[in-house]
């Protein structure tokens, strides 16, 4: 009896342990795939996008939906391709002025809070000098700096080129993979309510999209025109890196601040109230003027649910989860509003993206 029941307890010993094996190993396997995971969301977010665009193309001309999914492809790229030829040229100029700015602004802070604050002399003299950290890049790392900064541009060359492609294969025919995905549920209420939640996240990225666009315009608009109207070095680049950053919410719009300001301390103290008050101004218009005006449509997410997404996103993938942390966020919420609020608690509300 005693080895029966000493028998009994190694077996439960035994598959407790292999559980929280297999737990560990499947959080672990989950997080080395974390970024393939994310690229092939980013792959689905391009998709909705360029899909999203033909659709509409397509209801208001006569062209069937493949002529116009090459129209919006085709539109995409002479766009880019329109403000590479047109700002190209200002733009690699003012990012190589920008490269040279930021060290010397650092360097003059750190002086400034050396004469200012002489307890804190030796904690400052420990960082290492922007330029000399520049230098060694370039000397006496070289081939470890020109080995780095190729990896890096092949490493994102080909992230890219695998997001277009799975983009493009999407776009061209998304029923073939949103109906294999309602295929792996079961016949019956299930299949069709799975259809509808995909509908329902498509329908919600398509106006979160909208809105981040719209939001990304007006940002860079505004933020270019004021720095330049306060006589700001790099007005042009700063309001363009300003739209690019607002795709991340919250912590975008800081973010682009920074390299700002140091841009501005390299002229004087002055310059970077000004920059203060452009970029305070600019957050103001887009979160009480611009977002309103598209509020009814564009996807909102209370911006502590945003913030956690994006800080917990970020721990788990780096720079890649923090820019697709607000997309996630919002197929999760439509996710857990459907499949959870309205099926297992029987409440009804609209779904992120209907509009209220």
Same mark, same amino acid.
């Given at each position: 009896?005693?080895?029966?029941? +000493?028998?009994?307890? @190694?077996?439960?010993?035994?598959? &407790? #342990?292999? /559980? %929280? $094996? =297999? ?5 672990? !396997? ?26 509409? +193309?397509?209801?208001? @001309?006569?062209?069937?939906?493949? &002529? #116009?999914? /090459? %129209? $919006? =492809? ?5 766009? !880019? ?276």
């Amino acid at each position: 009896m005693a080895h029966s029941r +000493l028998s009994g307890y @190694t077996r439960r010993v035994l598959i &407790a #342990a292999g /559980a %929280v $094996v =297999g737990i560990v190993g499947a959080v672990y !396997f989950l997080w080395e795939l974390a970024r393939v995971f994310l690229l092939i969301f980013a792959g689905v977010l391009l998709a909705v996008f360029v899909g999203g665009l033909a659709t509409k +193309l397509a209801e208001r @001309t006569p062209l069937p939906r493949g &002529a #116009a999914l /090459a %129209v $919006v =492809g085709g539109g995409i790229v002479a766009f !880019f391709v329109g403000i590479g030829f047109l700002a190209g040229p200002r733009i690699a100029a003012q990012s190589g002025e920008l490269a040279e700015r930021l060290p010397q602004a650092v360097e003059r802070i750190r002086q400034q809070l050396i004469s200012q604050y002489g307890w804190a002399e030796p904690f400052l003299k420990g960082v290492p000098d922007p330029q000399q950290v520049i230098a060694g890049a370039g000397s006496g790392g070289l081939a470890g700096g020109v080995v780095g900064a190729v990896s890096t541009a092949s490493r994102v060359l080909t992230d890219a080129l695998v997001v277009v492609v799975l983009g493009i294969y999407m776009a061209l025919a998304p029923r073939l993979y949103t109906n294999g995905a309602v295929r792996l549920v079961p016949r019956g209420r299930q299949r069709k309510r799975t259809g509808e939640v995909l509908s329902a996240i498509g329908h919600a990225l398509r106006w979160w999209l909208v809105g981040r666009g719209a939001s990304m315009a007006v940002v860079g608009l505004l933020t270019g025109a004021g720095l330049f109207i306060a006589s700001v070095p790099l007005a042009f680049t700063l309001g363009l890196i300003a739209a690019l950053f607002s795709f991340v919410p919250y912590i975008g719009p800081i973010a682009s601040a920074v390299p700002a300001l140091l841009v501005a301390l390299t002229v004087s103290p002055t310059k970077a109230l000004y920059v203060l008050v452009v970029y305070a101004g600019v957050q103001f218009c887009e979160s009480y003027l611009i977002t309103p005006l598209i509020q009814e449509r564009v996807v909102s997410i209370p911006p502590a649910l945003l913030i956690s997404a994006q800080v917990v996103a970020g721990v788990l993938a780096g720079v890649l989860g923090i820019l697709l942390a607000s997309p996630m966020a919002v197929v999760l919420v439509v996710a857990v509003q459907m499949l959870y609020v309205e099926d297992t608690l029987g409440d009804r509300l609209n779904v992120l993206g209907e509009g209220e």
